[in-house]
């Protein structure tokens, strides 16, 4: 079992900036790609950001490209999702998933473990 805990949402305004993080505990392997999702009211969960085991490979989406950043402390067993330019569109619950590949993957059921989530709102 791997138990994720994400932190770090909160209230921003629009062209803020705010850094996720996520630390994995339990059956922790650094082998493990992790990424990013996120879900709004009303609407189902969605791919953000992704990330190989060794950090060399990322992947994000069309709507965070270039604004989001994510990158992995394995010594930490931490994932980060840096976002800059935030709009009010990106508010959501983001969720921080991990799974038994090395790969990454953008859909959520390839993924193992997931969070709680942390909630992001930005305003107008």
């Known amino acids: 079992q791997v138990q994720l805990v994400e932190s770090g949402g909160g209230l921003v305004q629009a062209g803020g900036s705010l850094r996720l993080s996520c630390v994995a505990s339990?059956?922790?392997?650094?082998?493990?790609?992790m990424g990013w999702f996120r879900q709004a009211p009303g609407k189902v969960r969605e791919f953000v950001a992704a990330?190989?085991?060794?950090?060399?490979?990322?992947n994000y989406a069309d709507s965070v490209k270039g604004r989001f950043t994510i990158s992995r402390d394995n010594a930490k067993n931490t994932v980060y999702l840096q976002m800059n330019s935030l709009q009010p569109e990106d508010t959501a619950v983001y969720y921080c998933e991990t799974r038994y590949f090395s790969n990454i993957a953008t859909m959520a059921h390839e993924y193992d473990y997931w969070g709680k989530g942390t909630q992001l709102t930005v305003s107008s």
């Open positions: 990330i190989s085991w060794s950090g060399a490979v990322t």
């Open positions: 339990g059956r922790t392997c650094s082998s493990y790609a």
